[in-house]
């Protein structure tokens, strides 16, 4: 369900007068590159969100860059341009980016000749890091790589996690920190940073992330659109991953009203989002 606030209300949230909320979005349609979150922005589970076809379809008008940049590691770009043809959407994988990608590219920058890695993860995890050079192994890995949430996240999965980490020095790594996400029908499930969270207070040793909010990310996405910060926005629904992102990266921050922020949690950072929307499709209007 869409959130519906005027733009009386959008502009209170965002701290803003009305003629000022209305500048800032005028500025923001007129950005050259769109980085673009996807759960919670483009669509919940396998349903597309009101506004997102139109907005899709206006990037394209507007002969607009743009990247899909999500944190959820299971699916490969080649899945998600698929999923996206499903539900409507003609957006080649070339134009997806995800953290398993952005984990692989760091873990092989760290071990350039490859290595060992034990995962608790989709598929899209383990394809990213082989063509990177890894090998899945229980013995003596060099890294523990935790991904998006799903059936190997059990008792036995996470005890084998530690042990590794504790006892065979393997070095722990999260493909993001999100604590959570949303299922189609509002309701919240465990997200990667709240398995990461539960191995870094059991072992004691701390994580190292590679998706948003990381530098790593905004980095790729920058170098892939070829724009300067100021002609970029980034388009999110997390307030502690899309909006810190955009803010580390000094690229202006676009909060959507259709994911997990709402207004129970809107507050609680100190950092502000420079506008906020109910939706994409606000920016065709």
């Known amino acids: 369900m869409l959130a519906n606030f005027a733009t009386t209300q959008l502009a209170e949230m965002t701290e803003l007068t009305v003629p000022k909320y209305i500048e800032r979005l005028e500025r923001i349609k007129n950005k050259k590159g769109f980085i673009i979150d996807m759960d919670g922005v483009i669509y919940h589970g396998s349903q597309l969100l009101p506004g997102a076809k139109e907005f899709v379809n206006w990037l394209h008008q507007e002969n607009k860059q743009y990247l899909f940049l999500t944190n959820n590691s299971t699916p ?65 890995p060099d890294f523990v790589v935790i991904g998006t949430e799903g059936s190997t996240h059990n008792f036995e999965g996470m005890q084998k996690a530690l042990s590794l980490i504790s006892k065979g020095g393997a070095k722990l790594i999260g493909t993001n920190p999100d604590s959570n ?103 065709t209007a």
């Open 76 to 140: 490969t770009p080649k899945e998600l341009s698929e999923k996206l043809a499903r539900l409507g959407l003609d957006i080649p994988p070339s134009n997806f980016y995800t953290s398993a990608i952005a984990t692989a590219k760091f873990l092989k920058s760290q071990k350039p000749e490859g290595g060992r890695v034990f995962v608790l993860g989709g598929p899209g995890l383990t394809y990213a890091l082989y063509e990177h050079g890894f090998s899945m192994s229980e013995d003596k």
């Open 181 to 283: 996400g949303v299922k189609e029908d509002g309701e919240l499930v465990l997200g990667t940073g709240a398995f990461i969270t539960a191995l870094e207070v059991a072992s004691g040793k701390k994580a190292f992330t590679c998706g948003k909010p990381s530098s790593l990310m905004m980095s790729f996405a920058q170098m892939y659109l070829g724009l300067e910060k100021e002609e970029t926005c980034i388009i999110g629904d997390r307030m502690d991953t899309d909006i810190l992102a955009g803010t580390n990266a000094q690229i202006d921050p676009v909060l959507v009203m259709s994911g997990v922020t709402n207004l129970n949690n809107l507050y609680n950072d100190a950092y502000r989002p420079y506008l906020i929307l109910n939706g994409v499709g606000e920016l």
